[in-house]
């Protein structure tokens, strides 16, 4: 028992001492508050509104916009009555590209992470111009029931110049992080001016006799209507400013038997309110 109770005032000594050697007692720090830092997630929902720049490749199609032209000159006369000149395709389809500027507006509504929107969309243009290829027809008809042949020219000119266009549509997105990517559908307008021509030349074999006219009609700033689809990408820069590049498609209905399209890629600035 003797040697224990030794080593163990010795161990007491020695830590005493140790302690005594210390510069300064240990001092107890107060804790630190919890301050919460700003949210760093974008918040999508809300006004917004921005800026643009747009490449556009417009598409039209003239193959029939001389029939109803030939047809209306043409009616009651034994050319159309028996060969159906109208028919005749004098124009084709071409396609012009240009570059624009615009313009973009809308609301969206946040749930979670979906995202559910309704946007407007404008983009002007004064180089968008598509002008139609001419095909001249040459044609001899046999002899009809007069007991005469024809021989009949056509040829033509067709143009479409494209100011500029818009798209009202819905939008629906999913946030992944700072991006935004989203499809969307609507409806699409654009104003445009048309000129269509047609020249026929059309000599009768017997008795010799020449018919000859040129139909034409045009139109400034006439409404093409249809509808839009397409999706994109918006990517979040700082609290209330965003990227955008996106893909959209316009279809329009016929507008004196002229089909016509526009493909179009977009890239932006948008500002969140």
Known sequence: MRPLALALGLIGFAGGAFAADLPFPPIAHEPIAYV???????????????????????????????EPLLALALRNSILE????????????????????????????????????????????????????????INRLTPPLSNGSAYDVILTGSGTMLIHDFGTLRAR???????????????????????????????????????????QSEAKNDAFLLGYAGGGGVDIALTRNLFARAEYEYLQFSPVWSITSHIHTAHVGLGLKF
Request: glycine share 10%.
């Open 36 to 66: 919460p830092g700003f949210p760093s997630y974008f918040p999508w929902q809300g006004f917004y509104a921005g800026g643009q720049l747009t490449g556009a490749d417009a598409n039209a199609n003239f193959t029939s916009a001389t």
């Open 172 to 214: 629906f997105g999913w946030v992944a992080g700072s991006f935004m990517p989203y499809a969307t559908i609507g409806v699409a307008a654009a104003r445009a001016d048309l000129a269509v021509s047609v020249t026929c030349n059309c000599v009768q074999q017997t008795p010799p006799a020449n018919i000859s006219f040129t």
């Open 81 to 136: 009555d028996q060969q159906r000149i109208s028919n005749v395709q004098v124009l084709g389809a071409a396609e012009s590209r240009a570059a624009g500027v615009g313009g973009f507006a809308g609301y969206n509504w946040q749930f979670e992470n979906a995202i559910i929107g309704l946007e407007f969309s404008y983009t002007h243009t004064n180089s968008l111009t598509v002008t139609a290829p001419v095909f001249p």
